[in-house]
């Protein structure tokens, strides 16, 4: 395996670490609500340190990934993240189970600026290898429910977090013999040939500015929430028709294995169609499907889930794409930062939200009256974007 192809696979894995970590805790949660230990919101709240740390770090990250080695970087994040869930592991109380996922979002938080940045540059498609990439982080988010019950089920809660945390301990190892540092200076500037620029108007980067802060803080929530929400959501669809969480945990799981396959497609339609019509598809679909879901029971709620997750999954590469064509090198770290700060950040309230959101008679109801409206956000926030397709070539030219 060449430098290069050991540095995807890496990224790739790395993704989809970052994801599955910060996914851990919540699958513990539904466990302990259904042993009676206690109320699922308020079992659930600890996991909102690490969503915090999650966010708050991906900026300080995005600089040092501009200004250090990314490659490095990279190596830190592995490392780092496997010691933090190995001391999270071995938590005897709620406090000490918060320090653990705190610092298990920070270093979790340096994967979005610094591997994604170095994705874009990796030399292939852009849209192809971020929505490859986007696969990988999003198996991260449906084998955290499957891997956890099971984990649970069998050695107990401690092991969902010592036997992941191992794996990716020797994944740093790994990384660091196999994976050559980097040997080239980044460009300084943005390059100035583009067979296919976007239209030049005074307005259009801040449109595009405007664009990215809207739906990275409400596109944001909606990935969070759901991704956190949803193997309680089966649970309580299935809770007396299919046995044991791991039954209910498969569930989530096997939607958002399926759901992240999305991201294949809207990868490589990047390329094909303009990213406003792209955003503008996948965010309207949303509306509809969060209202059914209110009403849905048992498997018409896994249809629903199923696609209401491919729109929210299809959306990432085309988010990322579009960073990618008009951000510089040497700049792209930082832009991504910023962009990930804002949807980690908002992300941070979904443990809160998920708590509010339900209640015993209804529900999620009120819920996902929310995120259809944070849809709309969406859909609106897409006709900021240019209508012109990003050709290939351009995005090329704009690493």
């Not at 929530?221 to 956190?228: D, G, I, R, W, Y």
């Not at 939607?255 to 169609?273: K, Y």
């Amino acid at each position: 395996m060449n430098g290069n192809r050991a540095r995807l696979l890496f990224l790739n894995v790395g993704h989809a670490y970052a994801h599955y970590f910060m996914l851990i805790h919540p699958t513990v949660a539904v466990v302990l609500e259904r042993r009676g230990q206690g109320d699922y919101g308020a079992l659930l709240l600890p996991a909102t340190a690490g969503f915090v740390a999650f966010a708050a770090f991906t900026l300080p990250a995005g600089w040092l990934g501009d200004r250090c080695s990314r490659h490095g970087m990279m190596a830190v994040m592995f490392l780092g993240l496997g010691m933090a869930s190995l001391l999270t592991g071995l938590a005897s109380g709620p406090y000490q189970m918060a320090a653990g996922l705190f610092l298990m979002g920070s270093f979790a938080a340096i994967y979005h600026p610094v591997g994604i940045a170095l994705v874009a540059e990796s030399g292939a498609s852009v849209g192809q290898a971020l929505g490859v990439n986007g696969v990988w982080g999003n198996m991260g988010v449906a084998a955290a429910p499957l891997l956890t019950g099971l984990f649970i089920g069998m050695l107990g809660w401690q092991a969902a977090f010592l036997v992941p945390g191992a794996l990716c301990l020797a994944s740093g190892v790994a990384y660091l013999a196999l994976v050559p540092a980097e040997r080239h200076q980044r460009e300084a500037a943005p390059v100035t040939a583009d067979p296919m620029p976007t239209p030049a108007s005074t307005a259009l980067p801040g449109r595009i500015l405007a664009y990215l802060a809207i739906t990275a803080l409400m596109g944001g929530l909606v990935f969070a929430v759901m991704t956190v929400v949803l193997p309680k959501v089966m649970e309580d669809a299935f809770s007396s028709g299919v046995s044991g969480l791991v039954s209910a945990a498969s569930l989530a799981s096997v939607i958002f294995a399926l759901a992240s396959m999305a991201q294949l497609v809207t990868g490589r339609a990047v390329n094909r169609v303009s990213p406003r019509q792209l955003m503008l598809l996948l965010a309207l679909v949303q509306v509809p499907l969060f209202l059914l879901m209110g009403q849905a029971e048992q498997w018409w709620l896994v249809v629903l889930s199923l696609g209401l997750m491919l729109t929210v999954f299809g959306i990432i590469p085309v988010q990322d794409a579009i960073v990618a064509r008009h951000a510089a090198s040497g700049w792209r770290a930082r832009v991504y930062a910023v962009k990930y700060v804002l949807s980690l950040g908002v992300g941070a309230l979904a443990v809160p939200i998920v708590a509010w959101g339900f209640d015993p008679a209804s529900g999620f109801v009120r819920l996902y009256l929310l995120l259809a409206a944070c849809a709309v956000g969406v859909a609106v926030a897409a006709l900021l974007l240019p209508s012109q397709r990003y050709r290939q070539a351009a995005l090329n030219e704009s690493r």
